[in-house]
């Protein structure tokens, strides 16, 4: 990741080289670790490859210019993003945490290949996990105009902490996802989930990245629970 994080902030003549270029070096990490290199990422590392977010915001005219030079690759990797990245949390931190997603497949063109090194099109992640819809809105109020959430069905309680982390701009009165990734597994009054933000695509169950953030919320101590326990596991298509 600190090798992303340097890439990621150095303009490529190419944009479309971004992959290619790091081919390299992939090989050499993918036969050391013996672990599957696909579109930046090692897929043994999955969900955790997935907790990167933008460094700063890409100027508008640029990014939709490197944008049009990046279509096809998969939205949940860094490479999709044009501009500087960063990760969300460290892997070593990680180690307090307990995954809350399974049986993660990554397929290229609908077929689970070995490691590709080079330019990949049309690959996607299979898992099984929970998902929650929710809906972000401005409201003014007698001071200022804030930012507050809801969600299409009534819950039991909602995070007291949200910091979530758009790859653009952030989306305002139109429904999107949380995915569960981790939550912390120490004995604590408070409860931290990692999440993924999504958007669905046309096809049942399937979606793509828009973001990733941390919820949180106070807990009686040994209280283990997630606030995603009351929706049913399902599988997902990440494009």
């Known amino acids: 990741m600190d090798l992303i994080v340097r890439y990621t902030a150095c303009q490529l003549t190419n944009e479309s080289d971004r992959l290619p270029a ?33 460094k700063e915001h890409p100027d508008d005219t640029h990014s939709r210019h490197i944008r049009e030079k990046l279509t096809g690759l998969p939205s949940w990797s860094w490479c999709s993003f044009p ?40 690959v996607t992640i299979e898992l099984m996990g929970k998902i929650k819809p929710v809906i ?23 995070p007291e902490s949200l910091e ?11 429904e999107f996802f949380l995915l569960g990734l981790y ?21 049942k169950n399937e979606f793509r990245r828009i973001g990733v953030g941390e919820i949180a919320r106070a807990v009686e101590f040994e209280d283990r629970t997630s606030w995603f326990d009351d929706v049913e596991e399902q599988t997902i298509l990440i494009r």
Do not use: C
């Not at 990422?41 to 997935?50: F, I, N, T």
């Open 183 to 203: 939550v912390n597994n120490i004995n604590s009054t408070y409860r931290s989930e990692y999440v993924l933000l999504m958007e669905k695509l046309r096809k």
């Open 22 to 54: 790091l081919s390299g070096l992939a090989k050499v990490w993918a036969e050391a670790f013996a672990s599957r290199y696909v579109a930046g990422v090692m897929v043994d590392l999955l969900p955790a490859e997935l907790l990167w977010k933008r």
């Open 164 to 174: 979530l982390s758009f790859d653009d701009e952030p989306i305002y009165n139109v």
């Open 83 to 122: 501009g500087s990245v960063k990760p969300d949390v460290s892997h070593n931190y990680l180690q307090f945490y307990t995954k809350t997603v399974d049986n993660i497949t990554v397929t290229v063109n609908g077929n689970i290949s070995d490691s590709i090194y080079g330019e990949v099109t049309n």
């Open 136 to 158: 972000m809105a401005k409201g003014a109020t007698q001071h200022e105009l804030k930012e507050f959430w809801s969600m299409p069905k009534p819950v039991n309680y909602w």
